[in-house]
């Protein structure tokens, strides 16, 4: 195992659908804002990009067969006592065993920063608002109190995020020059997300995230199509750890 320097930048994440990243808060009758800069641009949260890679990294594992903990849930997930995390955790982390990755932010990026920058009224353009009522079943009637008003960021919006940081490798074919499975896991976690935010029932919003066609590890810049090439192996990884334990 190495510990080895890795970088994805840029990260383009498009979404062409309507995207509400919860805030949790409430601004007058809006029950759920968009999340907003110090410019007032709409930004997703690293937290939120995070969350969501870490489910289709999920997913991916799974889909191989690989052995995966019961996140969100901190008492379903590997711990600092886990002697072999599952290869999301080592990734991601756990509950008192932190990753190394660290995630930025996805802003607009700089030409859709232009447009909406400057006055209120050009601000506001990012975002729209859309009630539904919500019906008690027992009582069958609607009032005031169910009125339900979200906030959306509009359509076809780009952000911009990257990941860099130390990721502790775990060699694909003894080669760790690759990034190893971590690596491999991660981008084809980031290459199946296709929805972003928070209201899922709702629709969240449709996206794509573009990766580099280059990402470094080490001192290395490699292609993100030739690490690709390691997909068949990733079922492997627990067989791998499992011998070299
Ligand atoms: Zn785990």
């Known amino acids: 195992m190495a510990r080895m320097y890795v970088q994805i930048e840029p990260l383009l994440v498009e979404v062409d659908g309507p995207l509400a990243v919860n805030t949790g808060f409430r601004r007058g009758l809006i029950n759920r804002t968009v999340e907003r800069d110090a410019q007032g641009l709409a930004y997703i949260p690293a937290s939120s990009l995070k969350g969501r890679v870490r489910r ?15 996140a969100p849930r901190p008492s379903g997930m590997c711990s600092a006592h886990t002697q072999q995390p599952c290869l999301v955790c080592r990734v991601f982390g756990s509950p008192g065993r932190g990753s190394g990755l ?9 030409d859709y920063q232009k447009v909406f920058a400057g006055d209120e ?26 009125l339900f008003t979200s906030e959306f960021a509009i359509e076809n919006l780009r952000f911009e995020s990257a990941i860099a940081g130390w990721l ?78």
């Open 102 to 110: 660290r995630w930025q932010d996805a802003r607009l990026v700089l």
């Open 168 to 245: 502790d490798i775990t060699p694909v074919a003894d080669e760790d020059a690759t990034g190893g499975y971590e690596l491999l896991l991660l981008l084809a976690g980031l290459r199946l997300v296709n929805t972003m935010g928070s209201s899922g029932s709702r629709g969240a919003g449709h996206c794509v995230i573009y990766l580099p066609e280059q990402v470094t590890v080490g001192q290395r810049s490699i292609s993100v199509a030739e690490i690709f090439e390691f997909m068949s192996l990733l079922s492997e990884f627990d067989q791998e750890v499992r011998d070299g334990a």
């Open 56 to 70: 289709a990294c999920e997913q991916v594992a799974r889909q191989v067969g690989l052995r995966v903990c019961r």
């Open 121 to 146: 009224g050009n601000r506001q353009a990012q975002f729209y608002t859309r009630t539904q009522v919500q019906l008690s079943r027992t009582l069958g009637i609607a009032a005031h109190d169910h």
